[in-house]
């Protein structure tokens, strides 16, 4: 029985997230989490949490199952356990509904950073995108989320025990912050820019080691030319222009400088550059109205596993020929933000969106705008594309700016400073529906589907001044979290001392 409430309690959360996203279920989730633990041994606290941490991250990771199998396998073990070690670490008796919120976040400090950079996928903070929390994120960002989440659970432990006061509390916790962040600095308009978003279609769970570059690119050319000028800002997705040498050294170079010049609009055009055998450059490059190629930005997050191989001569003995990337990612070292004609534009590339800290230094560095061009192409079903959406509008939301996320394949989305998907013009083209047994995210109004060619156009605004959360970071949440668990455990060794005399 204990084993079906852990187990049921992971799938409440896995349900939270995209692309569910029925997010009351984290609070569900939760809640079935703190009774599990509640007045248990630290191993049987481990061991349910471990098996409740599976059973949220094996069907929301189901993604990784098309790239390596044993690294989904591995993955999700692993991580699994790290959320074990979250639960052990909670005192068995009612101060564990002040660490349990604690030791939760410092688990997700822990994923999102490590091994490899970390995996910031299928988070309690998605869950929450789309619902009213996620206004906290410009105060207390991703991880405040996830922070609060915990507390609504614990809230609904401590009255289904009647401890009211403790219900008193945590909500008075969470009325406090979801107030001030509606009153928060968030930044403030500084002209408007007429913007495309472009979406070149084509089959999902294709990879570029088996498509066709030169199609692809086609693709993206074809999609452009459905574009309503006069426009200001466009925008092309991570990686569908693939070289070899630089990209000015290309035929590709002049037609997109023609593309500029026939368009009168800035180009942000997402590029692989192969500079040897064994390396290759990701980048965002500026296309000038004139045709003049301008500033460029490397990718500095980039994907162990996908865009670069940890351990190669290890991995390679052992994965043989089954798949791995041939060369590695270069990755860069330069700020999140590229110069343009039309005003610094932020850039988190593909991967990059996951990680607050890369947006936080787009803005840091005087970007207006923010864009995240991905490619979603060579991912199984829609999780991780639903979960970039997410991610987007998280992002949106801590820093106070517009996001213009952009794929290949879907999804492509504007997203507006309140981290909703706004209003806009679409022009669709050749749509070619990919079936897929998830759930869709309720808000498509401008967002495209898989396989479709699309251009998104509307009217953003440039942004200039910071949230509370581009300010301080993630570093006042994690002291308190560090507070929370270390203050609950001298709580209770006080207390028991206290019975024992």
Same mark, same amino acid.
Request: hydrophobic letters at 45%; one cysteine or more.
């Given at each position: 029985?204990?084993?079906?409430?852990?187990?049921g309690?992971?799938?409440?959360?896995?349900?939270?997230v995209p692309?569910?996203?029925w997010?009351?279920?984290?609070?569900?989730?939760?809640?079935?989490w703190?009774?599990?633990i509640?007045?248990?041994?630290w191993?049987?606290?481990?061991?349910?949490?471990?098996?409740?941490?599976?059973a949220?991250?094996?069907?929301?990771?189901?993604?990784?199952?098309?790239?390596?199998?044993?690294?989904?396998?591995?993955?999700?073990?692993?991580?699994?356990?790290?959320? +074990? @070690?979250?639960?052990? %670490?909670?005192?068995?008796? !009612?101060? $564990?509904? #002040?660490?349990?919120?604690?030791? *939760? =976040?410092? /688990?997700?400090?822990?994923?999102?950073?490590?091994?490899?950079?970390?995996?910031?996928?299928?988070?309690?903070?998605?869950?929450?995108?789309?619902?009213?929390?996620?206004?906290?994120?410009?105060?207390?960002?991703?991880?405040?989320?996830?922070?609060l989440?915990?507390?609504? +659970? @614990?809230?609904?432990? %401590?009255?289904?025990?009647? !401890?009211? $006061?403790? #219900?008193?509390?945590?909500?008075? *916790? =969470?009325? /406090?912050?979801?107030?001030?962040?509606?009153?928060?600095?968030?930044?403030?308009?500084?002209?408007?820019?007429?913007?495309?978003?472009?979406?070149?279609?084509?089959p999902?769970?294709?990879?570029?080691?088996?498509?066709?570059?030169?199609?692809?690119?086609?693709?993206?050319?074809?999609?452009?030319?459905q574009?309503r000028?006069?426009?200001?800002?466009?925008?092309?997705?991570?990686?569908?222009?693939? =070289?070899?040498?630089?990209?000015?050294?290309?035929?590709?170079?002049?037609?997109?400088?023609?593309?500029?010049?026939?368009?009168?609009a800035?180009?942000?055009?997402?590029?692989?550059?192969?500079?040897?055998?064994?390396?290759?450059?990701?980048?965002?490059?500026?296309?000038?109205?004139?045709?003049?190629?301008?500033?460029?930005?490397?990718?500095?997050?980039?994907?162990?596993?996908g865009?670069?191989?940890?351990?190669?001569?290890?991995?390679?003995?052992?994965?043989?020929?089954?798949?791995?990337p041939?060369?590695?990612?270069?990755?860069?070292?330069?700020?999140?933000?590229?110069?343009?004609?039309?005003?610094?534009?932020?850039?988190?590339?593909?991967?990059?969106?996951?990680?607050?800290?890369?947006?936080?230094?787009?803005?840091?560095?005087?970007?207006?705008?923010?864009?995240?061009?991905?490619?979603?192409?060579?991912?199984?079903?829609?999780?991780?594309?639903?979960?970039?959406?997410?991610?987007?509008?998280?992002?949106?939301?801590?820093?106070?700016?517009?996001?213009?996320?952009?794929?290949?394949?879907?999804?492509?989305?504007?997203?507006?400073?309140?981290?909703?998907?706004?209003?806009c013009?679409?022009?669709r083209?050749?749509?070619?529906?990919t079936?897929?047994?998830?759930?869709?995210?309720t808000?498509?109004?401008?967002?495209?589907?898989?396989?479709?060619?699309?251009v998104?156009?509307?009217?953003?605004?440039?942004?200039?001044?910071?949230?509370?959360?581009?300010?301080?970071?993630?570093w006042?949440?994690?002291?308190?979290?560090?507070?929370?668990?270390?203050?609950a455990?001298?709580?209770?060794?006080?207390?028991?001392?206290?019975?024992?005399?």
């Amino acid at each position: 029985m204990v084993s079906v409430a852990a187990v049921g309690s992971g799938l409440s959360l896995a349900a939270s997230v995209p692309p569910w996203g029925w997010w009351p279920l984290a609070f569900v989730g939760v809640f079935g989490w703190d009774r599990l633990i509640a007045e248990q041994p630290w191993a049987r606290r481990f061991r349910r949490s471990w098996l409740l941490a599976m059973a949220w991250l094996f069907p929301s990771m189901l993604w990784m199952l098309d790239l390596t199998p044993p690294g989904y396998v591995i993955a999700c073990v692993v991580f699994g356990a790290f959320f +074990g @070690v979250a639960g052990a %670490a909670c005192p068995p008796g !009612r101060a $564990r509904w #002040v660490a349990l919120p604690g030791t *939760v =976040v410092a /688990v997700e400090v822990v994923r999102w950073n490590w091994p490899f950079g970390g995996v910031p996928l299928s988070t309690l903070a998605m869950s929450q995108a789309s619902a009213p929390l996620a206004v906290t994120a410009r105060t207390v960002g991703a991880l405040g989320i996830v922070g609060l989440v915990c507390i609504v +659970g @614990v809230g609904l432990s %401590a009255a289904w025990e009647r !401890r009211w $006061r403790a #219900v008193g509390i945590a909500a008075a *916790v =969470v009325v /406090v912050v979801g107030g001030v962040s509606l009153v928060a600095p968030r930044g403030e308009d500084a002209g408007a820019l007429r913007v495309a978003v472009v979406q070149g279609g084509g089959p999902q769970r294709t990879r570029a080691a088996t498509s066709d570059a030169k199609a692809v690119f086609q693709r993206h050319l074809d999609a452009s030319r459905q574009i309503r000028t006069p426009v200001d800002l466009v925008v092309w997705p991570e990686n569908v222009i693939s =070289v070899e040498g630089r990209l000015q050294d290309n035929p590709e170079h002049a037609q997109l400088q023609q593309l500029a010049r026939d368009l009168d609009a800035t180009l942000l055009v997402g590029a692989t550059e192969g500079i040897s055998r064994t390396e290759f450059l990701n980048a965002e490059i500026v296309y000038g109205p004139d045709g003049t190629m301008g500033a460029r930005y490397d990718k500095v997050r980039i994907v162990p596993f996908g865009e670069y191989v940890p351990f190669r001569p290890l991995i390679e003995r052992l994965a043989g020929d089954s798949g791995i990337p041939s060369r590695d990612a270069v990755p860069g070292e330069g700020p999140a933000v590229v110069p343009t004609p039309v005003g610094p534009v932020g850039v988190v590339i593909s991967w990059e969106v996951f990680f607050s800290s890369r947006a936080r230094d787009a803005i840091g560095n005087g970007g207006e705008v923010l864009t995240n061009p991905t490619n979603g192409s060579s991912y199984w079903l829609t999780q991780v594309q639903s979960q970039q959406v997410a991610s987007s509008k998280l992002r949106a939301l801590e820093t106070g700016r517009w996001m213009l996320q952009a794929a290949p394949t879907g999804f492509s989305t504007i997203v507006d400073p309140e981290g909703h998907v706004v209003d806009c013009s679409i022009t669709r083209r050749d749509v070619v529906p990919t079936p897929t047994p998830w759930t869709e995210p309720t808000d498509q109004t401008c967002r495209t589907t898989v396989s479709e060619a699309a251009v998104l156009e509307t009217t953003i605004t440039r942004r200039v001044g910071q949230t509370w959360q581009t300010i301080v970071g993630p570093w006042p949440i994690m002291l308190a979290a560090l507070l929370a668990a270390v203050g609950a455990w001298v709580w209770t060794l006080r207390r028991d001392r206290q019975r024992a005399a």
